[in-house]
T-cell receptor
Framework: DAKTTQPPSMDCAEGRAANLPCNHS???????VYWYRQIHSQGPQYIIH???NNETNEMASLIITEDRKSSTLILPHATLRDTAVYYC?????????????FGAGTRLAVHP | DTGVSQNPRHKITKRGQNVTFRCDPI?????LYWYRQTLGQGPEFLTY????????KSRLLSDRFSAERPKGSFSTLEIQRTEQGDSAMYLC?????????????????FGPGTRLTVL
């Protein structure tokens, strides 16, 4: 079972920041938080990951709370092409780094 | 295109028929994964290979399902005696552990999937 909880859907206006929350209250000390997204009719795509520090790359920023029980994926300037299902995944530790365990994700709709 | 490729992209079959899907991973990737995704759900892990060795199989992989990766390159997933419940998107992914630091360990690159419809 997925170790994360996400809202089923969110909306965002084009050009605004999209903030996608994720709860992972049972995360252990050596588990990472990963984010993937899946655009309609495509395979999932890796976005970003982190352990405890905030991370930023060309796609997004990841903010992890100090207690690591939740995180937020930030798309700073959402575009229509960011419309997708976003999956927050806890990975590593005793579960290993092999399979990805997906939940239902958050369906983000970016509108004009 | 140097990404993961899957063939066919779509397959329609009648119940009881056998089907086979192919996945070609990114060339230097030694790990290959199969997932299944039904409508409205996230992908579910089925199995994975490291080189030609099948190292883990999900309980979802019934005895009607078999996956192979004979030379450690491409992989096939066969479903025998298909059932309507097998209708889903079958996704393949590949990775190369150790490519980066441990914090980037095993990032998986997914193919476009094969959509199976069992009538």
């Amino acid at each position: 079972d997925a170790k994360t909880t996400q809202p089923p859907s969110m909306d965002c206006a084009e050009g605004r920041a999209a903030n996608l929350p994720c709860n992972h209250s049972t995360i252990s000390g050596n588990e990472y938080v990963y984010w993937y997204r899946q655009i309609h009719s495509q395979g999932p795509q890796y976005i970003i990951h982190g352990l405890k520090n905030n991370e930023t790359n060309e796609m997004a920023s990841l903010i992890i709370t100090e207690d690591r029980k939740s995180s937020t994926l930030i798309l700073p300037h959402a575009t229509l092409r960011d419309t997708a299902v976003y999956y927050c995944i806890v990975r590593g530790g005793s579960g290993g780094y092999n399979k990805l365990i997906f939940g239902a994700g958050t369906r983000l709709a970016v509108h004009p | 295109d140097t990404g993961v490729s899957q063939n066919p992209r779509h397959k329609i079959t009648k119940r009881g028929q056998n089907v086979t899907f192919r996945c070609d991973p990114i060339s230097e990737h030694n790990r290959l994964y199969w997932y299944r995704q039904t409508l409205g759900q996230g992908p579910e892990f089925l199995t994975y290979f490291q080189n030609e060795a099948q190292l883990e199989k999900s309980r979802l992989l019934s005895d009607r399902f078999s996956a192979e990766r004979p030379k450690g390159s491409f992989s096939t997933l066969e479903i025998q005696r298909t059932e309507q419940g097998d209708s889903a998107m079958y996704l393949c992914a590949s990775s190369f552990p150790g490519q980066r630091s441990v914090s980037s360990y095993n990032e998986q690159f997914f193919g476009p999937g094969t959509r199976l419809t069992v009538l």
